[in-house]
């Protein structure tokens, strides 16, 4: 129990951490990308996500090392072997050195053909997309190598790194914006190099870190064959699942880029910006979380390692609730207040992946009872299927003359499915939840999203009528949609014990301050 506690503590504390960083590298990443865009214009900053996405795209392998990497190597600490610790790392290093080499001939060949020979770049802007894209491969290779030490600092939860030096990199990022602002050479091409440069130091920086502070990371580039052979067999699986998410992102954006036009690349890109950065509420959130339910399941506490991610999963769903709701009523106004000029469908992109992210809370976080488990076979065959189909599926439409949209459309209806339907009945079936703990966890989201939401519409639809003027109104929205958030997870979403703590914890304060 006394070690429960102390787990609970380093969440609260490790959360405090992330959500320091979060609330200041938000609203100074809100001001820069303003500004770039108002540098680089909407088609510059469109030409960069689509080269950037094809580097990424490239990289998608990655994804499904770094779930493993941070899987084998909290499972480790969990253990409490230190050998097998120092070993796992060494061999997760040399594997990521060997294929960050063949992703760099790759995106060098078959990349740079895609991009000389399929995208819409204007032609007197090819040169620079060029350019922008070789060092965009370099960027990617920097975070590529970052992998093995980023999972060596979550598996330590070690988070208050992650605060310190996301708020030295946003510093730098404002840097960025001004020297853009002095210079007279090509902005696309001085952009590309500030973010490489700025990667590469990142990297050398986790690095020094981990080297300094955690013992297994001073080991040698070795590989132990069994480890090896554990660390694909998971990351294995989870590669199909990769593709799959780096298919609907980066893929997405660049036949967004293939069938219209760097501009609407600009409006998803802008809309998935702001989605990001309401996502790293719950993102935070689960980064603190997720590391204890993996060591209970480990240390063979599977009720707590449940309990705590049934949980978790309600909570990160309240919080991004209250972040969807109101900007899903005043997208218009915000952006406009944000960028100045609202490119042409980026309200409904970001309207729409708003929601997309309430189902996506409940994919991610049930996956975790999968990762803990070790046992990502099944979710690796299924939940990607369902995410491959819609690439063609989108395909075909915009080639039927279907706008944008229809792309947002489809990933919802995909995340709905393996929120609702695909995630719960693999944790069913293989780490033995059940249907009585889902409805535990839907119910109360379910209720909350039932009760939160009238009150704001009708203000939405008849506000107008009020004779506010435009400011006053859509604050009025925002705080009346907090509010309702805010109470109906009081009244439904937490149970009596979670009240009376609380309730203590502002009793404590009070007291404390008389």
């Known amino acids: 129990m006394i070690e429960r506690q102390t787990n609970n503590r380093t969440i609260v504390k490790n959360t405090f951490f992330l959500y320091f960083r979060m609330m200041f590298t938000m609203l100074v990443t809100l001001y820069t990308s303003r500004v770039i865009l108002q540098m680089l214009g909407v088609n510059d900053y469109g030409i960069y996500q689509t080269v950037g996405g094809v580097a990424v795209i490239l990289s998608f392998i990655s994804t499904a090392l770094s779930s493993g990497s941070s899987r084998f190597l909290t499972y480790e600490l969990g253990k409490k072997d230190e050998d097998k610790l120092r070993r796992t790392f060494s061999t997760v290093l040399a594997m990521h050195l060997i294929l960050a080499f063949f992703i760099f001939l790759l995106a060098e060949t078959i990349g740079l053909w895609f991009v000389y020979n399929k995208l819409q770049i204007p032609t007197e802007r090819m040169g620079a997309a060029v350019f922008a894209y070789h060092f965009s491969i370099l960027t990617v290779l920097a975070m590529f190598f970052q992998v093995p030490f980023n999972a060596s600092i979550i598996s330590h939860e070690k988070m208050n790194v992650y605060a310190y030096l996301s708020i030295i990199e946003t510093v730098l990022k404002l840097l960025i914006v001004y020297l853009l602002a002095i210079s007279d050479w090509d902005k696309l091409k001085l952009y590309a190099i500030f973010l490489c440069t700025l990667q590469?130091?990142?990297?050398?920086?986790?690095?020094?870190?981990?080297?300094?502070?955690?013992?297994?990371?001073?080991?040698?580039?070795?590989?132990?064959?069994?480890?090896?052979?554990?660390?694909?067999?998971?990351?294995?699986?989870?590669?199909?699942?990769?593709?799959?998410?780096?298919?609907?992102?980066?893929?997405?954006?660049?036949?967004?880029?293939?069938?219209?036009?760097?501009?609407?690349?600009?409006?998803?890109?802008?809309?998935?910006?702001?989605?990001?950065?309401?996502?790293?509420?719950?993102?935070?959130?689960?980064?603190?979380?997720?590391?204890?339910?993996?060591?209970?399941?480990?240390?063979?506490?599977?009720?707590?390692?449940?309990?705590?991610?049934?949980?978790?999963?309600?909570?990160?769903?309240?919080?991004?609730?209250?972040?969807?709701?109101?900007?899903?009523?005043?997208?218009?106004?915000?952006?406009?207040?944000?960028?100045?000029?609202?490119?042409?469908?980026?309200?409904?992109?970001?309207?729409?992946?708003?929601?997309?992210?309430?189902?996506?809370?409940?994919?991610?976080?049930?996956?975790?009872?999968?990762?803990?488990?070790?046992?990502?076979?099944?979710?690796?065959?299924?939940?990607?299927?369902?995410?491959?189909?819609?690439?063609?599926?989108?395909?075909?439409?915009?080639?039927?003359?279907?706008?944008?949209?229809?792309?947002?459309w489809a990933l919802l209806a995909c995340y709905v499915l393996l929120g609702l339907v695909v995630k719960p009945i693999l944790i069913i079936k293989i780490v033995g939840y059940t249907w009585r703990d889902i409805m535990k966890v839907f119910m109360p989201c379910f209720k909350v999203t039932i009760l939160a939401i009238p009150l704001p519409l009708v203000i939405y639809v008849f506000g107008n009528k009020l004779g506010l003027n435009e400011i006053y109104y859509n604050l009025t929205l925002i705080l009346v949609s907090l509010f309702c958030v805010i109470l109906s997870v009081w009244i439904i979403g937490i149970n009596k014990e979670m009240k009376s703590k609380l309730f203590s914890l502002i009793l404590k304060k009070i007291r404390s301050k008389k």
């Open 200 to 408: 590469i130091g990142i990297t050398w920086f986790y690095r020094n870190y981990c080297t300094r502070n955690f013992v297994e990371t001073r080991s040698k580039c070795s590989i132990d064959r069994a480890i090896i052979k554990d660390v694909l067999n998971y990351s294995g699986w989870n590669l199909w699942s990769s593709a799959s998410i780096a298919l609907n992102n980066q893929g997405a954006t660049i036949l967004i880029n293939v069938f219209f036009s760097p501009a609407i690349v600009t409006a998803r890109a802008i809309a998935n910006q702001v989605n990001m950065a309401a996502n790293q509420f719950v993102q935070n959130f689960r980064i603190a979380v997720n590391p204890q339910i993996v060591k209970r399941y480990a240390a063979e506490d599977y009720q707590g390692s449940k309990d705590l991610l049934c949980s978790s999963t309600k909570y990160s769903y309240f919080m991004m609730l209250a972040l969807c709701l109101p900007i899903c009523l005043v997208t218009e106004p915000l952006l406009r207040l944000w960028l100045g000029i609202v490119p042409d469908y980026t309200v409904i992109f970001l309207q729409l992946t708003l929601v997309t992210s309430l189902f996506q809370v409940f994919d991610t976080s049930f996956y975790t009872a999968l990762y803990a488990k070790g046992r990502i076979k099944e979710n690796a065959l299924i939940s990607p299927l369902i995410g491959f189909l819609v690439f063609p599926i989108v395909y075909l439409l915009f080639k039927s003359g279907y706008t944008p949209v229809v792309l947002a």
